[in-house]
């Protein structure tokens, strides 16, 4: 397949309207011999180092998978590549918050609705417990899948929150040797050595790998929201962190990063055997979000609000509301993956003890 995501047709009616969120959950690869990726770089897209500019399509020297290549080198997400060069042809909308707060949540709300019908496919959801992955599973009605070491914060939250919703959950437990074995795969599929991506990319590994062998096509995460309705403490705050002197502009700031998210945590998925669903990243959803005006992003100590907000007209009250950590330390495995290193004299006095521990299960898998 030469494109992802969508159809030539698709590609080259926003290519000519200059159309940055054209309905789709993203696209990649060649439209009408042109090298393409979405706004957002909702899918993976490498080229050849040498082959950057507008040759990249007509010598093939492209790839979904940096795996794929000899020297890859990511593709710039809202950019073409034909005969006229490399350029950038969308950027993301900078509409006016949209004033009427109820308006702009029903449309949220509608948005999402968009986002869950257009997916066609035998689903699982990537669950924590926590308010995103919580309105996808009950968008959705599928099965949720939780990972963690046995006595994690996910698991614990997953099951709390699973009962509340009347949700079916799986509990997929990890241990040490689980890490070990995975972490080569995750490493490998992804391209990145270092501790947080590989400590966030082996959690939906694991989970894909489980929805893979119970016979599922998809893995629905909630990758998204937390870029989109002001997840961060550090947008909330506006600290040090982010160069933008408001909550809006520190969201639009989070939002330039997914480019380089993103393929991590489809290409772990991927290498698992399953495809990803991301419903929070539709252009539906994305369109309504940045017509969110302050007050439904941040309020006070509360984030996401305008989600919190769609979200308590489904979900238990104590869903709605509930706070999550990062799935690398819920599940605690960027703790025993730091153990593992440590243990295998990888000490954190040691500059990037992590990721030369995960460089060094590389080279015992390649020799």
Do not use: N
């Amino acid at each position: 397949m030469s494109l992802r995501g969508t159809t030539p047709a698709t590609v080259r009616a926003a290519i000519d309207d200059a159309d940055p969120l054209p309905g789709t959950s993203g696209f990649a690869g060649v439209a009408d011999d042109r090298l393409v990726r979405d706004v957002l770089g909702r899918v993976p897209l490498y080229v050849e180092r040498d082959a950057l500019g507008a040759d990249a399509a007509t010598r093939r020297a492209w790839a979904f998978s940096p795996t794929a290549l000899a020297e890859p080198v990511p593709f710039p997400a809202g950019s073409i590549a034909d005969g006229d060069g490399l350029r950038r042809r969308w950027r993301l909308p900078d509409p006016e918050p949209e004033g009427d707060h109820d308006r702009a949540l029903d449309r949220l709300e509608r948005a999402f609705d968009v986002a869950t019908a257009a997916i066609d496919a035998d689903v699982a959801v990537a669950f924590s417990g926590g308010v995103d992955s919580a309105l996808v599973a009950a968008a959705l009605e599928a099965p949720c899948y939780v990972v963690g070491f046995p006595d994690s914060h996910d698991v614990e939250a997953a099951r709390t929150a699973a009962a509340a919703m009347d949700a079916e959950l799986e509990v997929v437990t990890v241990d040490h040797a689980d890490l070990e074995r995975a972490v080569p795969t995750v490493a490998r599929a992804t391209g990145r050595t270092d501790a947080m991506a590989v400590s966030i990319a082996l959690g939906l590994f694991f989970a894909a790998e489980r929805v893979a062998a119970d016979g599922f096509d998809a893995l629905a995460v909630g990758q998204g929201a937390d870029e989109l309705f002001g997840g961060y403490e550090k947008v909330a705050r506006l600290d040090e962190r982010v160069e933008a002197d408001t909550v809006r502009g520190a969201v639009r700031e989070q939002l330039t990063t997914l480019p380089t998210q993103l393929p991590r945590d489809v290409l772990a998925i991927e290498a698992a055997g399953v495809e990803t669903v991301a419903p929070y990243l539709h252009d539906a959803v994305v369109e309504a979000a940045l017509e969110l005006p302050e007050a439904l992003l941040v309020d006070g100590e509360e984030r996401k609000v305008g989600l919190r907000r769609v979200a308590a007209r489904r979900l238990p009250a104590t869903v709605a509301g509930r706070e999550k950590k990062a799935v690398q330390y819920g599940s605690l495995i960027a703790r025993e993956l730091d153990r593992l290193a440590r243990r295998a004299g990888y000490k954190r006095r040691i500059d990037d003890h992590v990721r030369r521990y995960v460089e060094s299960l590389l080279e015992e898998g390649s020799t």
